[in-house]
């Protein structure tokens, strides 16, 4: 029936112009839409359940879950300590990932722009990427002490890869026909890269960046875990704790780990917005 | 310029492609051509007839294993130093993250020392040539917030910008539709008609090519070689309405022969 209609009003002809709207992708706005309950309910439903769970489980097993009311107090009571250790945690991870990216963007632009020098570092890299950095931070920590440098060192390293096969990939994405209208100008290959194949990589760069800003922190925290001496940071603060069997203690320091790691999620997709207009815009229009 | 002298000569040229385990491809065998300052040249034939490879040589993209080519009396490469030469893509290459305004001026800015030795030209800024082409209100907006046609008006303004002593064109009009090519078919022509510009412009449309040309040079595959070389008498400006006259249609009627027997002479 419906079928049949359709098919009437098909071969009718049309006497105007259709106007096919533009499709938008239906995008996060950063104004007021989080206010919506569509946009924040399911989440605050999906807390709700894990606290429910939580609670049940440190109520039958007090030895493998702390309850919560205790996390919260122990939180409050010593907020100076958990801020302050926090602080080191973030400073390494930070710090860490500086030198990662930096070491990692200089990488990416000598392999893109010399393919020896590609041939030679890459793998090298890979296996650098393949071996498991909790097993290299004890050996860092022998080498250089309990100071700053193995976490920062563990930190650069965990950030180091994904930001080297993206940026380098992303240096040598730019269309033959780009390259070709600025070759017939003679564009040098420093006014190509600054350019032309940076900007390109832009995106490859920051889609690197959202893995790592939040690995970074785990970085830091494996570095001060083997740095059994560590004076400071969350993760000797979760091991002295765990050492003293203070579980509500050891939670305490996951949490704001874990809201660490959503913070730098945060700020980096923030900055990716700033940078990457006109990418998002081209998104945003469906190609 | 002095009138007569020749702006793009090509002696002789051969270019072949190596093919892994099978006869080597000859995209261009023993070709000759010699373009005169200041006129328009069509490159017209079937694919895989070396047209494309031809405009690649002059462009200095690429070196032939054999022959001389010429832009201006020097090597592409040296005409291309020398910032002598606009290339319009098959895409329009602009960069996405640049407005149009700013994608059009990024050719200036590269390789400034050959921009100064040019700067004594005087003519119309980029704003105006944007203007002409019909991007004022595009100016400052990114290429993906343009409609095909806009984006490849910008890359032609891009070129022109450059002032290029030569202009190549590798079929910039392909991938538009037959309304929008016609448009910008004309505007080229009025942008040629004020800058002046020699253009080697490659294409696969009959009709394209005898509105543009003075000349239209016909190729023919396997290997790749011209076959034919015919001028086109039609007055100038060239409008819309000529395309319906029946002097039009005897050029293409005649190219399209040609064409025809280029492929023919090819099968037997």
Known sequence: ?287 | MPSGSVSISVRGARRVYPVKGGTDLIALDDVDLSVPAGSFVSVIGPSGCGKSTLLRLVAGLEEADRGDVRVCGVRPAEAAAAKMLGLVPQAPALLPWLTVLKNVTLPLRVNRAASRRRASAPGPSMEELLRKAGLQDAMHKLPSQLSGGMQQRTAIVRAFGLRPDVLLMDEPFSALDEFTRESLQEQLLDLWDELKATVLFVTHSVSEAVRLSDKIVVMAPRPGRITDIIDVRLPRPRRAELLKTPEFHHYEDLVRDRLRGAFQANAA
């Open chain 1, 1 to 287: 029936m419906n079928a049949a209609e359709d098919v009437l009003t098909v071969t009718e002809p049309e006497p105007e112009l259709i106007v096919v709207p533009p499709v938008r992708r239906p995008m996060w706005r950063p104004g007021l839409g989080f206010l919506h309950p569509r946009m924040w309910l399911p989440l605050v439903l999906m807390l709700a359940v894990l606290a429910t769970l939580w609670t049940w489980g440190a109520h039958s097993m007090p030895y493998l879950l702390p309850p919560l009311g205790d996390i919260g107090a122990t939180l409050r009571e010593d907020a100076d300590y958990y801020l302050n250790n926090a602080w080191v945690t973030l400073k390494e991870a930070l710090m860490g990932l500086g030198l990662g990216l930096v070491a990692a963007f200089v990488l990416a632009v000598i392999t893109s722009e010399f393919p020896l020098a590609r041939r030679a570092i890459m793998p090298v890299a890979v296996i650098l990427n393949v071996t498991p950095l909790v097993a290299i931070a004890p050996a860092l920590v022998v080498a250089f002490g309990f100071g700053a440098a193995p976490k920062l060192i563990v930190t650069g390293l965990i950030c180091f890869f994904p930001i080297l096969i993206n940026t380098s990939m992303g240096l040598r994405a730019v269309p033959q026909p780009v390259l070709q209208v600025y070759q017939t100008v003679n564009a040098s290959r420093l006014e190509t890269l600054w350019y032309i194949r940076i900007p390109m990589a832009m995106p490859y760069l920051f889609a690197a960046l959202r893995i790592v800003f939040p690995l970074s922190v785990v970085g830091a925290v494996v570095a001060e875990l083997s740095a059994a001496g560590s004076s400071a940071g969350l993760g000797t603060a979760i091991s002295l704790a765990s050492s003293m069997n203070r579980l509500a203690a050891v939670y305490a320091s996951i949490a704001i780990l874990a809201l660490l790691g959503s913070v730098l999620l945060l700020l980096v997709t923030a900055l990716e917005r700033r940078v990457l207009h006109w990418h998002e815009s081209r998104q945003g229009n469906g190609g």
